[in-house]
């Protein structure tokens, strides 16, 4: 029987988590970066991670998405299956949470080459969306719906008319950072990490991207961020864990 986190209640709980990188060309030199780091996120909350640089804020962040492995802790994810430890799920496990329930906007956009703006967006939108094979016919129409779904995005993110159909690496840097949240933004998740998700935007589009945080935790999202601009840290953040 399929079930929901209840209304408010935790989606994301880490455990003692630790993570150390083994220098090779150091003589195997161990860095420890996590020591035992321990937060709940509920649905409906934002947790802004704060601490200077270097203590392992992205490192955590990388941790939650499941693109670095772990030492030891739990990370585990509330979803309608049930509870999945992230520090311990399959590839095929990540690809399916990513699909549906884990959404990471980056500093960084990483696109496949030539492939057009709006079909970059609108393939994350199906990729949640369809959870079955459906014929030629229902996906070239729910295609054509999440293509419309990503132009309102876009043109909320002004980002011109005139680059959707451009593949995104031949973007400013502004400008692939708004391609990058719209893609994060454009499915509901479940959880959304953010990392620096306002680097590189004027003030009108961080007012935008705002909005889009305040209206993901309506829905009950639970957020993870780093928010160097205080400003915008400040309007979306429940509170504030400090790594040290």
């Known amino acids: 029987m399929k079930r929901d986190p209840i209304p408010g209640g935790p989606v994301l709980d880490v455990h003692d988590l630790h993570k150390r990188f083994t220098l090779h060309l150091r003589d195997g030199l161990q860095l420890p970066v996590l020591r035992g780091v321990s937060l709940s996120v509920a649905a409906g909350e934002c947790v802004a991670l704060v601490g200077p640089s270097g203590q392992g804020k992205s490192t955590l962040m990388k941790c939650l998405y499941g693109s670095y492995g772990v030492d030891a802790g739990s990370v585990m994810l509330h979803t309608a299956e049930g509870p999945v430890d992230i520090a311990r799920a399959t590839a095929q496990q990540m690809l399916a949470l990513r699909r549906r329930d884990v959404a990471y906007v980056s500093q960084f956009l990483r696109a496949v080459p030539r492939v057009p703006a709006l ?126």
């Open 119 to 244: 079909d970059v967006v609108a393939e994350r939108s199906l990729d949640a969306a369809e959870t079955e094979t459906v014929d030629d016919d229902a996906h070239v129409q729910r295609l054509e719906a999440a293509r419309e779904h990503v132009r309102a995005l876009f043109t909320r993110l002004n980002l011109p008319p005139a680059l959707w159909e451009l593949p995104p690496a031949t973007f400013s840097g502004g400008e692939q950072q708004r391609v990058n949240i719209a893609r994060g933004f454009v499915a509901p998740a479940r959880l959304l990490l953010l990392d620096e998700p306002t680097a590189s935007l004027d003030a009108a589009n961080r007012s935008v991207v705002v909005q889009l945080i305040s209206e993901a935790k309506a829905r009950g999202a639970a957020v993870v961020g780093i928010f160097h601009d205080e400003e915008v840290r400040d309007a979306v953040a429940s509170r504030c864990v400090a790594l040290a």
